[in-house]
């Protein structure tokens, strides 16, 4: 590879290009072989060897024998590579590498056949069938890496886009690796190490030998003596020059064919390597398990097993097998396995892989016993780990037979109940805690509560979910094994239930099964009396002891849906004998947190809120662990200073509770499954409770004082002892709590006060005074401000009581996580937090961040390097400003680009156009031209900055956050996607992923093995539950998605290659044909996915409503769940439109939208032109109706007979059938012609090579079914000449409609030219020799052109006839009348000229950019009488875009006089022109870009260097010609043209005058009509004329250019 290390010098890398990689140990030698061999050369030619003769391979066996040895290199390990030596590679000789394989018993000493070093034997790119046999047999894959393509001088300005796969490969220089391989591959992927015994008869094949007669005589010097010296190989073989120190030692090979034997051990998921088999004949197996015994131990050796070899695709056999019948192995009990033997993808290698498809585990703890569908063998499962229980699922047992393909399923049945020392095998203390099993009865009332479960399919990998073994639940899992395991599915059965208590003291555990009321009813008995049968149930876990629920108690009435429910009361001491604890539910099927509020029996409010978390594990389990809740959900707080609150749930199980003034509680919901809503009310303090008990007292205290003063004088101190619920004895004390001193107290109370104990049955009364009309509900959902609760009249207050307000102000606020009720006596608690003011945001509010980041791209390439495809991202912007709590992120720009030429979509995603965004810039001077404009100097004299106008960003978000303890605050998130353009070629998308796929295999380890799956298989549960991890709430007051709307073009049909292409059809989606093995299959399935690709070009176009939540308090990954689960229930309500957006069937969903908004448009648009006085334009809603009612029914036909002509030429193609002059598509796929002369065009040119391929294919199908050989073939060929022949008018026919009507439809396009859609740059152009080149301009949207000014000249008419005269003696000096007028005009003429414009032309858009028409200004020269000097000053900036701009276009500059000149003219002949390459335009481009990078850099890093100068586009000048004359090619003597050319010359001297006339060459007008003549006799002109008018020039014309970024 050359490199340029200056200007006069070059440094040469210099390397072998031939390398030999191996991934056996062997020897390798290289000999050398005579050049004239007799027949063995090419006949005509002594040049090339004749690859195609006979046995090829018996001949170069006895070539090489005897022969002399040039290069020998032993002991080269695995995965080693040799280059071999370039003096071997620079001769004139033939030479053959001979391989000499280091494994196996009998392989050392035995050489392969030898392999021909020339590149037609070693690339073999006519695919010989003797060639490919002599690879194979050698134990060798060719692997090629282009280095580049060489493009020679003649071809250097050609367009890339016109090479054909084969000429590329013809002008190729390959890097050639010659892979050595074994002959068979042995693969164990099983879970234990297995012992495997091969062994093979060779017989000798009499069709190998070759006529010894025919090979040429050697001497005894090793020379052949036939040589001549004088011949020139190196056109066949740029190979070899013999060296070597000891000419004497010959090549000589062992004799005959070596039988085959090996017995070997093979690892858990190794591959064993076989050199030493043959691939044409039957190969013996037999396996054992490997077993560490001592040396008097027998294997269990299977019954050997055939694998026919010769059967297979290897490239010994063409017409082979990829893949043979899957033969039984029977290993031993409970080992079921299967031997799969197929053809490796790249190596062509056969490997035998020895697997069972299912893998069993049993980590229940239960002993089991599994039944698989269609057999009768069943298999018992200990529980207890060590290897799987293997099953292959198929109706054959015995081994040998072949393997049948079924359904496999597998059902279960428990054998005993749950054993704590076998569910201890599996269970980890460390994470889950300690194991309390309770032993669950198999029978139950006489009746048997276990049964066999239903059958599950084993195939189902990836799936997770319960299975029911009567009363007991377990859970099961499968999922595919990677790696050498790759072929199993693991199936895991597990405990589903998991219960873990992590409380500092007991709970008491009952698992339940019913419908929700049989539920809380169940839960009540349990509150009021626990039966013996639920004694027996129930589990009791100390704190950290966790358990497993196997099955569930049935409750159920059969009125409701059943779920499955655990019931949990704690163990907790409590206050009062008669307080009784409370059952909680939790509904274990639902992933979700639940919250429990449990009492004391002393207070009415909580003492302790409990956090029941339900989640699913890795393995598929539902865990729940209960746990204190460490941030209490609810708070109620009472910022009143006089009011009294009572609150109660509205339901019947919830409790009454009251709030004194200026108290606050934690609080829950006292039934979860009841309605949540709060009522709350305002009593007096008379009302209270507090109030009732302490009148209460009073009136013991007085009784009591009244008895001791009877009693005159008992000591009142003694201490007094009353027994609490838990037996302990306490002493009384002094206690400012009435509750709690009536208790230690033992105080009886009456019936009045008894009433407010919340332990008591008579709630009624205090809960009926909460539903009165004063109270208020709240649902505590909603943050924000509340409905007030209004406060009680004065009458109903106590006389010493005064009311500060007639109503409560209620707000409920956010804070660390928990939601908080607020009841105050202002408002001041609420405007403070709806202002702002509580949402400080703490050092987050003070920080302040700006990232403004230009973009990124990831660009895909392949070995030529050619780039392939673009990923884009552009202007990404991040924006936090100081003192607030606002974030906004924005990405301007999104574009995947396919790169390639001729690719059909050249935009893969793209937004749509939304227009400018005129919002001011998230950060200040994020604008890159201020970085680089010096403040002196004005953006508006910046003209290559006017165009710079940013489009609306394609994705955006903007959100606040406030920082709290516990939890996400995010006041609010909204999210703007722009709508998106997707245009998905599955051909091409599938041959990147394919190149992405081939790559990664290159530079990873080819031997790396997951061999994780037999340790995984044995693991440990261990089961995390939410409990122990720290999960962080997300509470979002508003969240807004914007409706999202996209385009997408679906097409699979795949590109046309030429049949010497490097199109793999494994890459597309007919590799679906290829895993067959019948030919006759393939061949039906290619024909279907040919046909049925017609049917699956369509164009849908999907439409997502707004998401909007409000309020949300949950885990942020619930609620993506949820956004993710709305979008998917559209997309399946829309999945229609992909059915009528066929292309097929004219995309009618397509037409339907555009009749509505042509007709729309028409109304809406024109109403809105006439409101206005047509200050914004006329004519819009007009347009918009031709547009989308004329042109989308044009495009509707266009596709329809496109899609007929397409699927009809599908169903009558297979592959007899050539490309060759055959017709790229009859629709469109996006390519419309650009107008309706333009469709006509190619309807035409469609039939006419439609209706020549349909009379080629009548003669070429037969013939190429024949060379088949087959009677298939023959047919196969003759239907489809015949019927291609006969449809081929029609199809024709339907294509001519179809590309008339789409340029018809296109033709509409030109009222509104719209937005050009253009790639995010040019294609890089990669010199020969060199690598991929810097990627220079990362964005280039379009070209700015500015054009400054204009200078050309005149000639005078009038002084050149008058001198003329002179000359001939004519002038009399009179002026008549007429020629005094025309003199005259002519003057005013010559000094006010006609207006002249320029335009830009791209040639390939054949589109013009025009100027605004400028008249030009008369120059004074003083002393010039001949000439007239103008210049036109136009200072106008034109915009060049294409949708395809590369490197290689011309860009034409054309000067007009301003005579209607359009846009779409293309018959018109300029006054100048000049045509500029794209390449060049593109350096001065890159130069003033890289100009601005380096001043912003300097200014970035503080250096003032060059601050107050203006970095401008370079003005540059350019000729401007008069265009050249097309002439028709004039063959004439080369002397008669010496002779012209002559003649040409001296005539030009004599028209010194008239060759400085360069604006017209015969008047004074500047006429240039669309004809060039305006229908006048053409003059005959002679030579001279002819090269003055070509070599004539018109002026110069002086032109910056300047990047367009978007």
């Known amino acids: 590879v050359p490199k340029s290390d200056s200007l006069d010098s070059i440094t040469l890398d210099v390397r072998t290009s031939v390398h030999v990689c191996t991934e056996i140990p062997i020897n390798i ?5 005579g050049k004239s061999t007799g027949k063995f050369h090419k006949h005509g030619s002594k040049k090339k060897v004749d690859l195609g003769k006979k046995n090829l391979i018996a001949a170069l066996r006895l070539v090489v024998e005897g022969s002399p040895i040039v290069y020998e290199k032993s002991g080269i390990a695995e995965n080693d590579v040799v280059p071999l030596p370039l003096d071997v590679l620079d001769s004139s000789h033939f030479h053959a590498l001979l391989i000499q394989p280091l494994t196996g018993r009998n392989s050392h000493g035995s050489w392969r056949d030898p392999i021909l070093l020339t590149k037609d034997f070693l690339l073999n790119s006519t695919n010989m069938r003797d060639v490919t046999r002599c690879h194979a047999l050698s134990g060798i894959v060719v692997q090629k890496e282009r280095l580049n393509v060489h493009s020679s001088e003649r071809r250097r300005n050609t367009s890339i886009a016109s090479d054909t796969n084969r000429s590329i490969l013809r002008r190729t220089a390959w890097d050639t690796t010659i892979q050595v391989v074994p002959f068979f591959l042995l693969s164990n992927s099983l879970p234990f190490p297995i012992a495997v015994r091969t062994w093979q008869t060779v017989e000798e094949d009499e069709g190998e030998f070759w006529d010894e007669s025919l090979l040429p005589s050697t001497s005894a010097d090793g020379t052949n003596e036939d040589l001549s010296s004088d011949e020139d190989f190196t056109y066949a073989t740029p190979s070899i020059k013999f060296k070597r120190s000891s000419p004497d030692e010959h090549h000589s090979s062992s004799a005959g064919n070596v039988d085959h034997y090996s017995e070997d051990t093979v690892a858990v998921g190794q591959t064993l390597r076989l050199s030493g088999v043959s691939l044409r004949e039957t190969l013996f197996l037999q396996v054992s398990q490997h077993v560490i015994a001592s040396e008097n131990a027998s294997f269990m050796w299977t019954s050997p097993m055939q694998i026919d070899l010769k059967k297979m695709k290897t490239g010994i056999s063409k017409k082979g097998v990829t893949q043979l019948p899957k033969l039984i192995l029977d290993l031993g009990d409970n080992c079921d396995c299967l031997i799969h033997v197929s053809i490796g993808g790249g190596t062509r290698v056969p490997e035998c892989t020895i697997y069972s498809p299912y893998w069993i585990m049993n980590k229940t703890g239960l002993k089991m016993e599994y039944r698989v569908s269609q057999r009768k063998k069943s298999y018992l499962d200990s529980g207890i780990g060590g290897l799987p229980i293997m099953i292959h699922g198929s109706k054959s047992e015995h081994t040998n037979e072949k393997y049948n393909n079924i359904s496999s399923k597998i059902s279960l049945i428990p054998l005993e109940c749950p054993c704590q020392e076998v569910a201890q095998h599996w269970w980890d203390d460390t994470s889950n805690g300690l194991l309390v099993l ?25 799936t997770n979910g319960e299975i029911k073994c009567g009363s007991f639940i377990f859970n099961v899992r499968i999922e595919s094994l990677a790696g050498a395991f790759h072929r199993s599915n693991l199936i895991c059965f597990t405990p589903r239930y998991v219960v873990k208590n992590t409380l500092h003291i007991a709970v008491s555990v009952l698992p339940i099964f019913g419908g929700v009321h049989d539920a809380i009813k169940k839960a009540s008995q349990l509150r009021q009396n626990l039966k013996t049968i639920d004694l027996k149930r129930k589990i009791d876990l100390a704190p950290g002891e966790s358990t497993v629920l196997f099955n569930f108690h049935n409750y159920s009435r059969g009125i409701e849906k059943p779920y499955h429910w655990l019931a949990f009361c704690v163990n907790a001491s409590r206050f009062g004998a008669s307080f009784k604890c409370k059952w909680h539910l939790i509904p274990v099927d639902v992933a979700e947190s639940h919250f429990f509020g449990e009492h004391d029996g002393n207070n009415d409010t909580m003492c302790g809120i409990l956090e029941a978390k339900v989640h699913s594990s890795d393995a598929g389990s539902m865990l729940v662990s209960i746990s204190h809740a460490e941030v209490p959900p609810y708070r109620i707080e009472n910022r009143s200073s006089t009011h009294y609150l009572r609150l109660v749930q509205d339901d019947d199980q919830a409790v009454v509770f009251e709030l004194p003034p200026l108290y606050s509680c934690a609080y829950t919901w006292d039934s979860p499954l009841g309605r949540k809503k709060l009522r709350a009310i305002v009593i007096s303090k008379a009302r209270s ?53 009536s208790l230690k107290r033992g105080v009886r109370l009456d019936s009045q006060a008894r009433k407010l104990n919340k332990t008591e049955r008579y709630r009624s009364p205090r809960k009926i005074a909460v539903f009165s009309l ?37 707000h409920i606020r956010i804070v660390a996580g928990t939601k908080i009720l607020s009841f105050s006596d202002s408002t001041w608690l609420s405007d403070q937090v709806q202002a702002g003011i509580l949402r400080k945001g703490g050092n987050f509010k003070s920080a302040l961040c700006e990232i403004n980041l230009q973009g990124f791209g990831l660009y895909i390439m392949d070995d030529f390097p050619r780039e392939v495809m673009a990923v884009v991202v552009r202007d990404l912007q991040l924006h936090k400003p100081t003192g607030s709590i606002e974030l906004t992120a924005s990405v301007r720009h999104f574009q995947v680009d396919a790169m390639l030429p001729d690719a059909r979509y050249p935009i893969i995603i793209e937004p749509m156009p939304l227009g400018v965004d005129r919002r001011a810039p998230m950060i200040n001077d994020s604008d890159s031209g201020n970085l680089i404009v010096p403040e002196s100097v004005g953006k508006k004299d910046c003209f290559w900055m006017q165009n710079e106008e940013k489009p609306v960003p394609v994705f955006e978000i903007a959100c606040s956050y406030v920082p709290q303890s516990n939890m996400v605050w995010v006041p609010s998130l909204n999210i703007f996607i722009c709508p998106l353009k997707l245009h998905i070629d599955v051909d091409y998308i599938l041959r990147i992923l394919g190149m992405i796929v081939n790559s990664t295999n290159k530079y990873q380890d080819g031997n790396a093995r997951n061999l994780t799956a037999t340790s995984q298989a044995n693991d440990q549960l261990k089961y995390i539950t939410r409990g122990q991890l720290n ?33 793999d059809s494994s890459l597309t989606l007919h590799s679906i044909a290829q895993t067959t093995t019948s030919a006759g299959v393939a061949g039906l399935l290619s024909w279907v996915i040919n046909v049925g690709a017609n049917f699956a070009h369509v164009s849908p176009t999907f439409q997502y409503s707004q998401e ?16 993710a689960k709305s979008y998917i229930v559209q997309t399946v309500k829309q999945a229609y439109k992909v059915v009528f957006s066929m292309q097929l069937l004219g995309d009618p969903s397509l037409l339907i939208h555009q009749y509505k908004k042509g007709i729309s448009d028409l109304f809406v648009k024109s109403g809105a032109e006439m409101a206005t006085g047509g200050k914004d334009g006329v004519g819009k809603g007009v347009t918009s109706l031709v547009q989308n009612v004329g042109g989308g029914t044009a495009f509707f036909f266009g596709k329809v007979f496109g899609g007929v002509a397409d699927l009809a030429d599908a169903v009558v193609t297979n592959e007899t059938t050539s490309n060759h002059l055959k017709p790229k598509s009859a629709s469109s796929d996006g390519k419309h012609p650009d107008n309706v002369v333009d469709g006509v065009v190619q309807g035409t040119k469609f039939l006419g090579e439609t209706v020549v391929h349909g009379i080629a294919g009548l003669i070429g199908n037969p013939y190429r079914g024949a060379k088949t050989g087959t009677a298939t073939g023959v047919a196969k060929g003759v239907a489809s000449g015949v019927v291609g022949f006969a449809v081929s008018p029609f199809v024709g026919a339907l294509g001519f409609v179809a590309k008339t009507s789409d340029g018809l439809g296109a033709t509409t396009k030109y009222l509104d030219l719209g937005v050009i859609e253009a790639r995010c740059r040019p294609i890089r152009m990669v010199p020969w020799g060199r690598p991929m080149c810097d990627n220079g301009l990362p964005f280039l949207k379009g070209i700015g052109i500015r054009v400054h000014t204009i200078r050309y000249q005149k000639a005078r008419k009038r002084f050149i006839e008058k001198n003329n005269s002179h ?13 005094y007028k025309r003199i005259r005009a002519a003057e005013e003429r010559r000094k006010n000229p006609p207006r002249k414009l320029v335009s830009v032309l791209h040639k390939k858009d054949k589109y013009h950019y025009i100027t605004a028409p400028i008249r030009p200004k008369l120059l004074d020269v003083p002393g010039n009488l001949v000439l007239s000097h103008y210049a036109v000053t136009y200072e106008e900036t034109l915009i060049l875009r294409s949708s395809d701009l590369q490197l290689s276009d011309v860009v034409a500059i054309n000067v007009w006089n301003y005579r209607g000149l359009k846009s779409s003219t293309t018959r018109a002949t300029p006054l100048g022109v000049c045509n500029i390459p794209v390449g060049d335009i593109y350096h001065s481009v890159l130069h003033f870009y890289k100009e601005q990078l380096m001043r912003k850099e300097s200014n970035l890093l503080g250096e003032n260097a060059g601050a107050g100068s203006l970095i401008i586009p370079v003005p540059q000048d350019y000729a401007l010609f008069k265009p050249c004359k097309k002439q028709s090619p004039d063959h004439k003597d080369i002397l008669d043209v010496i002779g012209e050319e002559l003649s040409a010359i001296e005539k030009s001297e004599e028209d010194k005058f008239t060759m400085f006339d360069s604006d017209s060459s015969g008047s004074d007008s500047d006429d240039s009509t669309f004809l060039g003549g305006g229908g006048k006799k053409k003059k005959e002109e002679d030579l001279s004329s002819v090269v003055k008018a070509n070599e004539r020039l018109f002026g110069n014309i002086s032109l910056s250019f300047f990047p367009i970024p978007w």
């Open 774 to 810: 004063d109270s208020r509900s709240y649902t505590l959902t909603k943050v924000g401000k509340q409905k007030d609760l209004p406060c009680p009249s004065a009458k109903e207050s106590e006389s010493n009581l005064r009311m500060k307000s007639s109503k409560l102000f209620t």
């Open 1367 to 1379: 000359n001939n003696g004519d002038d009399d000096g009179h002026v008549t009348s007429e020629e």
């Open 1108 to 1123: 909007s939540h409000s309020d949300q308090y949950c885990d942020i990954f619930d609620l993506l769940v949820e956004i």
């Open 689 to 741: 409770k507090d109030n009732q008990l302490e009148e209460a007292l009073e009136l013991e205290r007085y009784e009591e004082a009244s008895q001791l003063n009877d009693k005159g004088g008992e000591n009142r101190n003694n201490s007094v002892h009353t027994i609490d619920s838990d037996d302990e004895s306490t002493e009384s004390e002094t206690t400012k709590e009435p509750l709690l001193h």
């Open 438 to 462: 309770q032993k669950s009865a198999m029978v139950e009332h006489g009746r048997n509560s276990v049964d066999w479960s239903e059958y599950v399919d084993l195939d189902a990998a990836g």
């Open 1031 to 1063: 999960m962080c709430m997300t509470y979002i007051e508003k969240l807004h998605i914007a409706p999202v709307h996209f385009d997408m073009e679906l097409n699979i049909q795949s590109d046309d290659l030429d049949d010497d292409g490097e199109g």
């Open 29 to 33: 030698r290289i000999v050398r072989i």
